[in-house]
């Protein structure tokens, strides 16, 4: 059985809700206040009956006894029953503070999460912008190079055609016959 006597104490030694009684304070255990009902309960069945009434006859210093005691025991009992209460109360507030707290920073995290999965998203999606931008820029001056190179090129075989017409004409003129020298005086 459980003895209340181990309930948390107030500054001035008694249990939560006492009050100060003549003597040292006996341990109730909780089923002393059931055990005293049923004695009375049983005092009173076999009780001899009164005759011509139903009332029964029973030891009245007995009764009154088990009444006192019942008077003693139900306000410590009672004040046990509100301190367990008390603390069921207390602990579930605890743990709905550390539930909430728990909800709160998953929560937080939650959105740092994805906070960063947006950040990592904007940023893939910047980089592939700029790949794009880069490939287009590189496709553009590639094809600006190509056309400098054809036009040096064009430039370069009118040159050369020109340069080859010379040249044609040069050597043509070395195979023409020439008229004899004149003669040269003595």
Known sequence: MTDFTDFPH???????????DDGP?????????HSIIDEMMVAIQEAKALPLSGSVRVEREEFLAMLEQLKAILPEELRAARW?????????GRTNEKAKG??????????ELVSESNIIAEAVEEANVLTRRAEGEA???RLQAEDLAEDRLE?????????LKQVREARHEFHQVRPAPPPVPQ
């Open 10 to 20: 107030q500054a001035d030694g008694l249990p939560h809700g006492g009050r100060p």
């Open 25 to 33: 304070e006996a341990p109730v255990q909780i089923g002393e206040l």
């Open 84 to 92: 367990m209460v008390r603390e069921r109360e207390a602990f579930i």
């Open 102 to 111: 728990i909800m709160d920073r998953a929560n937080v995290r939650a959105k």
């Open 139 to 141: 496709r553009r001056i």
């Open 155 to 163: 430039q370069l075989e009118v040159l050369f055609t020109n340069l």
